[in-house]
C-alpha cells in the first residue's frame, strides 16, 4: 500500500499562487508517476499535471504555462505550483500515485483531497 498527504491548498485571490504538495509512503517503490486532479462541484474529476519516475509531464491544456509539476524523488513528494490562478482552478486537489506502467497504471491510490479556492 502507499500513503499520500497533501498540504497547500487554501482560499486565494485570482491572480494569485498556491503551491501543493504530496507526500508518499509505504510502497513507494511501486509507484511509477504521480500527479494531480482535480474536481470542481458538479464536475468529473481530471487530470490537472502528472510526472513520471524518468521526469516526463503531461499538463492539462487548461494549466498549461501557469503551472509546473516537480517532484524529490529522495523525499517521496511531489509538488505543483500554480499561478495566475483563476476563479475556474476552484476544487478539491487529489494527489494521485500509479504503480505499474505509468500510463495504464495496475492501481491507482489516492490522496483525501486539498481544497483550492480562487476568488474573483
Known amino acids: 500500500q502507499v500513503q499520500l498527504v497533501e498540504s497547500g491548498g487554501g482560499l486565494v485571490q485570482a491572480g494569485g499562487s498556491l503551491r501543493l504538495s504530496c507526500a508518499a509512503s509505504?510502497?513507494?517503490?511501486?509507484?511509477?508517476?504521480m500527479g494531480w486532479y482535480r474536481q470542481a462541484p458538479g464536475k468529473q474529476r481530471e487530470l490537472v499535471a502528472r510526472?513520471?519516475?524518468?521526469?516526463?509531464?503531461t499538463y492539462a491544456d487548461s494549466v498549461k504555462g501557469r503551472s509546473t509539476i516537480s517532484r524529490d524523488n529522495g523525499k517521496n513528494t511531489v509538488y505543483l505550483q500554480m499561478n495566475s490562478l483563476k476563479p475556474e482552478d476552484t476544487g478539491v486537489y487529489y494527489c494521485?500515485?500509479?504503480?505499474?506502467?505509468?500510463?495504464?497504471?495496475?492501481?491507482?491510490?489516492w490522496g483525501q483531497g486539498t481544497q483550492v479556492t480562487v476568488s474573483s
Open positions: 509505504g510502497r513507494t517503490f511501486s509507484i511509477s508517476a
Open positions: 510526472i513520471t519516475n524518468g521526469g516526463t509531464t
Open positions: 494521485n500515485a500509479r504503480a505499474g506502467n505509468p500510463y495504464v497504471p495496475t492501481y491507482n491510490y
